[in-house]
């Protein structure tokens, strides 16, 4: 797994983005923080039972390992939408309300959305050194996230989206992704080809691909540079938080990217 350390605190890394100037990202993995079971213990969430100081020690030493300032944070009250957000200095260490992609071209201003299964997308423009991240599970996914926020960058930024650099997180796989008829439905309605994302399980059910369901969006987008990270948090859950895995008992890990000024 390409996991690097930065001062004790490990965090996965894409090799499109890694060593890029004047850009910052890290997925957080469920080590390095202070959490005891079942949060352990780098848990980022403060909406899943964990105690606030722990969970804003957590926080104060990822940033710190990042060398990103954490006052500045800004984030998203997340809630499987396909809203896209404009970060600007006004937004700069806030909490968004209703919001799963927030873009910015803002130096210093590192955004942060959480995860346990969901998928982590970031779009990074370096001809006008702009940055997208996007929460989709797959209420978000069928509802076209990833799609609407290369759209905003194009609209906000200038975007070409040919030029951007994409990269899907770790998050629950083709593997252990097993979902209901409700998700089945809205899959058949999204999607040209679903049944390519919808590979049959070992049981009776059908399971749901997130990694190529926004592959697919995205190229569709016009994205022509995808690295998919291909790891599942529920057969990773010793590295990552996953909802499925802990039976919904489990903290949430970050993904946070940052644009530092060229
Ligand atoms: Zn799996």
């Known amino acids: 797994m390409p996991i690097t350390s930065f001062h004790d605190i490990p965090v996965f890394q894409f090799s499109s983005l890694a060593g890029r100037p004047g850009l910052v990202h890290a997925i957080s993995t469920r080590h390095g923080g202070v959490s005891p079971p079942p949060w352990d213990s780098l848990n980022l969430s403060h909406t899943r039972g964990d105690d606030t100081a722990r969970v804003n020690e957590n926080h104060r030493r990822l940033c710190a390992a990042l060398d990103v300032p954490a006052d500045a944070l800004t984030n998203a009250y997340q809630v499987h939408g396909a809203q896209v957000m404009l970060i600007g200095p006004a937004q700069?260490?806030?909490?968004?309300?209703?919001?799963?992609a927030l873009i910015t071209a803002a130096p210093d201003t590192p955004l942060l959305l959480r995860f346990a299964d969901c998928t982590p997308i970031i779009l990074y423009d370096p001809a006008h050194h702009a940055l997208g991240l996007?929460?989709?599970?797959w209420r978000g996914t069928v509802a076209g996230i990833a799609a609407a926020a290369v759209h905003a960058m194009q609209v906000s930024f200038g975007s070409r989206p040919a030029e951007l650099l994409a990269a899907v997180g770790p998050a629950i796989g083709p593997c252990c992704y097993e979902v209901g008829d409700e998700v089945v439905e809205a899959v058949r309605q999204a999607f040209s080809n679903p049944e390519a994302l919808l590979p049959p399980g070992r049981r009776t059910r059908r399971?749901?691909?997130?990694?190529?369901?926004?592959?697919?969006q995205l190229q569709e987008a016009g994205v022509r540079q995808i690295e998919t990270a291909e790891l599942c948090t529920a057969c990773h859950h010793d590295w990552f938080f996953s909802h499925r895995a802990a039976a919904g008992r489990c903290g949430h890990f970050g993904a946070l990217v940052m644009l530092r000024p060229l």
């Open 92 to 100: 700069r260490g806030q909490r968004q309300m209703n919001t799963d």
């Open 207 to 216: 399971h749901f691909d997130l990694w190529a369901a926004n592959g697919q």
């Open 134 to 137: 996007v929460h989709a599970g």
